[in-house]
């Protein structure tokens, strides 16, 4: 959750103070969809490091402004920039789609110049940092679709913002179904389906976190008529990792430590562990969930010893269950997280401390209540 810098706006595109700086929606999908098909070019844009929902839906939402375009003739093109890192599979989701990635430090590309911006999946300005130099000077031709709590409101005055939709797919799914003119997401062409599809089920977890309600559900049950193939989706998202990853799985429970007195139980996988298992830092995803499993675990904490320019940092990655635990209340992992220099959510946050592992392990138990 590493947080950077938020770009200040320039004066001469400041919005003027009769715009609304609330978080709140300023326009419906229908509004959305009227904007649209008045552009001749629009440039697809989410947080960077994309997830499910963010691929998802920002690659529905172009090949649908795509297909609708080429249908009635008119010469709205739609592509998606995205910033890296990408999941490894990001380009069976992407596929013919047009799309660039924008790798680390590394400026936009200059040429094109879209008539209309659409950012999906976030709102933050230091989740678009990436982007910040190219939006800057264009605000005024941006729209935002998005479902999170926060977000900052003078990045667009078009914004469809659905914080009780579980993922961004939700309201994009509405506006595919406009732009297409299908009454229902259960008539969407395959194509456009499946990434929504990818964006609903990660988002809540594959359909098991507290976000799921009958809504996701109904979707899901529309987007499956459509011939959505959902097992070879969870294939591709879940069963597709490399032994290493396994072995390097293994040394990190094998590290495990339980804090019993604070419900709490802490990994560590250190620059040695990934050099002999020959795994790469972005394959330890998904451990620090194991341990909650266990009944008397509340809180877990991971720590990974990582390495660049300036020396040897920890990264540490902490989940809490929601539930109370014999009379205890669930930790909040975020104020945990807050005192050590990092942040998130109250049930997954994460901080990195200038520390050796062993050093910031004693300020990470320390700061567990
Ligand atoms: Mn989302």
């Known amino acids: 959750m590493g947080m950077t810098a938020t770009p200040s706006l320039t004066k001469d595109t400041a ?13 419906t999908a229908n509004e959305i969809a009227d904007w649209i098909r008045e552009q001749n070019s629009i440039l697809l844009l989410t947080h960077a490091k994309p997830d499910g929902d963010a691929l998802g839906s920002s690659i529905a939402l172009a090949r649908a402004i795509n297909i609708a375009s080429e249908t009635s003739g008119a010469a709205c093109k739609a592509e998606c ?6 999941p490894s599979w990001a380009k069976t989701i992407i596929g013919n789609t047009k799309a660039k990635t924008i790798e ?5 590309p200059g040429a094109f110049d879209p008539e209309g911006i659409l950012i ?22 941006t729209t935002i679709i998005d479902h999170h709590l926060q977000g900052d409101a003078e990045i667009a005055t078009r914004r ?12 994009v799914a509405e506006i595919c179904c406009i732009l297409l003119g299908v009454d229902s997401p259960a008539d969407l062409p395959v194509e456009i389906a499946m990434p929504l599809y990818v964006g609903l089920a990660t988002d809540t977890g594959w359909f098991k976190h507290s976000n799921v309600d009958g809504r996701v559900m109904r979707l899901a049950g529309q987007l499956l008529d459509t011939g959505v193939n959902h097992t070879s989706i969870f294939a591709m998202l879940y069963q597709r990792d490399r032994t290493s990853r396994f072995k390097l799985m293994a040394r990190a429970l094998e590290s495990m430590e339980i804090i019993k007195e604070k419900n709490a139980a802490i990994m560590t996988v250190t620059l040695q562990d990934f050099k002999d298992t020959k795994a790469g830092p972005g394959e330890t995803g998904g451990f620090v969930d194991l341990p909650q499993s266990v009944a008397a675990i509340r809180v877990v904490a991971i720590l990974t010893e990582q390495k660049d320019a300036d020396g040897v940092f920890t990264k540490i990655s902490l989940r809490s269950k929601p539930d109370e635990w014999e009379g205890k209340p669930a930790v ?11 942040g998130g959510h109250a049930r997954a946050s994460g901080a990195k401390i200038r520390k050796p592992l062993e050093e910031a392990k004693q300020m990470l138990i320390a700061a567990l209540p």
């Open 120 to 141: 999906t999946d976030t709102g933050s300005w230091n989740q678009l940092a990436p982007f910040a130099e190219f939006l800057k000077t264009r605000l005024d031709r």
């Open 332 to 342: 909040d992992v975020n104020a945990v997280c807050n005192t050590l220099g990092g």
């Open 160 to 171: 469809l913002i659905d914080s009780s939709a579980a993922a961004a797919v939700q309201p």
């Open 81 to 86: 920039w995205y910033a890296a890192p990408m």
């Open 104 to 108: 680390d430090n590394q400026p936009m």
């Open 15 to 27: 919005l003027s103070p009769t715009t609304s700086q609330e978080w709140i929606s300023t326009t």
